[in-house]
């Protein structure tokens, strides 16, 4: 396959999904199906930790000995 490729979609699963002509989307297979979502945007670091509190906080999880060149 080239860069692009073209689906057919009829324009009421385009609006429930909220995909329009030229808007990215992911795909994958599925149980041998092709599964076709809107494409989430960039996820940002900052985003994420703006949703770390005191409260969902956690301490350190022990994973053993380092290996390698751990510090």
């Not at 960039?42 to 390698?68: C, F, M, W, Y």
């Amino acid at each position: 396959m080239g860069k692009q490729l073209r689906a057919a979609n009829s324009r009421r699963h385009g609006e429930t999904l909220n995909v329009t002509e030229g808007s990215k989307v992911d795909l994958s297979v599925e149980g041998g199906a092709l599964i076709v979502r809107p494409a989430r945007g960039r996820i940002r670091l900052a985003d994420l930790l703006a949703d770390v509190s005191q409260d969902n906080l956690h301490s350190e999880t022990p994973t053993g000995k380092a290996v390698g060149n751990e510090i």
